[in-house]
């Protein structure tokens, strides 16, 4: 999977849907994907590279949310993430 900018990254949310995936996996995406969009309008459109300072935004809104969730649902979320982020670039 190569995602580099914002509209990839909503185009691999899209085709999870598509697709047969867990439910967890559909939870979580669905859940950063909210965060994804309150971070991004501070770091250009949806065509914006995936940058670590992006990242670090994103990344403090979801440890400032963590109260939302049960503690398997942080766990599921903080999983997904950490497998997310490594496509947002320095």
Not at 53 to 74: G, H, M, V
């Amino acid at each position: 999977m190569s995602i580099q900018n914002l509209n990839q990254l909503y185009q691999h949310f899209d085709d999870l849907c598509l697709k047969e995936n867990n439910d967890d996996e559909l939870f979580a995406s669905s859940y950063i994907r909210g965060f994804i969009a309150l971070s991004a309008s501070k770091f250009g459109d949806e065509t914006q590279a995936l940058s670590a300072e992006f990242a670090n935004d994103i990344s403090a809104k979801l440890t400032d949310s963590r109260s939302e969730l049960t503690p398997q649902d942080q766990q599921i979320v903080s999983n997904y993430w950490a497998e997310l982020k490594t496509h947002f670039t320095a």
